[in-house]
């Protein structure tokens, strides 16, 4: 089968298409004919060596993470797929990638596919949703808080402001004026152009922070933020909970522990608090996402597809930080 491997760490990182084996699978995982990817800006990152400490891959590796397609073999412990069922998942952080042309997946990773949309939307979602989701899940995000999401036009923004919108929160984000209309569309209450304004412009008593833009807007969003509010980052630094629940060796736990000692220490001058957050799979999240998606509560956002050939090239496109949702290869045509 067709692949796009990472042959190994590099500043412009060396990916690659190769001819490989269909993967076998064991007895708790399903086989998937891959219709679709949906691309992330860690699938830029990963290929530098931006994640190494953190995420082991044995190279060459496949890449990418977020697939729908079709389920052609399950293991024998499967018990909620058949063959034939239209599924998407995330294999995120499992030493496999989603670039290729089957995948295995682990039974508990997958869900069905949402009915109202293609494997090309489909494809789109897990990475976002899940982030978003377990983000707010482990913020305790309540009904009439306030919560700030930079980059509201970009793949987390368009699907976290309308789940928190859904779950009853007030949205303030960021965008260039021309996205103005679509992160409106979406359900932002209060919009700030970043071409013009600072941060500090969001209202000042916001009760969470997501942590989606790299520089010194997270130190400067400590501003924005009330008492006891709290900043979850999806971005860094990494913190000594991070290297404790992975499990790191105490070199590393030291490691994280200074990258993030200055942020840490700022909330917590500012009575705030500050965790960085890293994505898990879960079926079971995605199967109440995609009723969501059916009930029309929220949609995914697509800026571009490419053709599977075309994958260094979508990976090009999504390096240049300018997509308003997310870009999205697909394999099979749906």
């Given at each position: 089968m067709k692949a796009l491997l990472l042959q190994d760490y590099a500043k412009t990182g060396r990916l690659s298409f190769e001819n490989i084996p269909r993967p076998g699978i064991r007895d708790d995982e399903v086989l998937v004919k891959v219709y679709a990817v949906g691309l992330n800006p860690i699938d830029?990152?990963?290929?530098?060596?931006t994640f190494k400490p953190i995420?082991?891959?044995?190279?060459?590796?496949?890449?990418?993470?977020?697939?729908?397609?079709?389920?052609?073999?399950?293991?024998?412990?499967?018990?909620?797929?058949r063959p034939g069922d239209a599924v998407f998942a995330?294999?995120?952080?499992?030493?496999?990638?989603?670039?290729?042309?089957?995948?295995?997946?682990?039974?508990?990773?997958?869900?069905?596919?949402?009915?109202?949309?293609?494997?090309?939307?489909?494809a789109s979602l897990p990475m976002v949703a899940l982030t978003s989701w377990q983000a707010f899940e482990h913020a305790k995000l309540k009904p009439g808080?306030?919560?700030?999401?930079?980059?509201?036009s970009g793949g987390i923004g368009t699907f976290a402001i309308q789940l928190a919108k859904y779950l009853g929160a007030s949205v303030t984000t960021t965008t260039s004026a021309a996205n103005t209309g679509l992160v409106t569309s979406l359900g932002a209450d209060h919009v700030i152009d970043y071409?013009?304004?600072?941060?500090?412009?969001?209202?000042?008593?916001?009760?969470?922070?997501?942590?989606?833009v790299r520089g010194d807007s997270l130190e400067k969003s400590l501003e924005i933020l009330k008492p006891h509010g709290e900043i979850v980052s999806l971005i860094g630094p990494p913190d000594?909970?991070?290297?404790?629940?992975?499990?790191?060796?105490?070199?590393?736990?030291?490691?994280?522990?200074?990258?993030?000692?200055k942020i840490i220490s700022r909330a917590a001058d500012r009575q705030v608090n500050y965790s960085f957050f890293f994505v898990r799979p879960d079926g079971s999240q995605l199967t109440k996402i995609a009723t969501?998606?059916?009930?029309?509560?929220?949609?995914?956002?697509?800026?571009?597809?490419?053709?599977?050939?075309?994958s260094l090239s979508?990976?090009?496109?999504l390096a240049d930080g300018h997509a308003k949702g997310k870009v999205v290869v697909q394999i099979v045509e749906s």
């Open positions: 830029n990152m990963i290929p530098k060596g995420l082991r891959f044995t190279l060459p590796a496949v890449i990418g993470s977020d697939l729908a397609g079709v389920v052609e073999n399950i293991g024998k412990k499967v018990t909620r797929f995330s294999v995120f952080d499992m030493d496999r990638g989603a670039l290729s042309e089957y995948v295995a997946v682990p039974e508990s990773s997958a869900a069905l596919k949402p009915m109202s949309l293609s494997f090309t939307e489909a808080q306030k919560v700030f999401i930079p980059a509201g071409r013009r304004k600072n941060v500090e412009q969001a209202p000042a008593d916001c009760d969470l922070v997501l942590g989606t000594l909970a991070f290297a404790r629940k992975r499990g790191m060796n105490i070199v590393m736990k030291a490691v994280f522990w200074l990258l993030s000692r969501l998606i059916d009930a029309g509560k929220m949609k995914p956002v697509i800026d571009r597809t490419f053709p599977f050939d075309d979508a990976l090009a496109y």
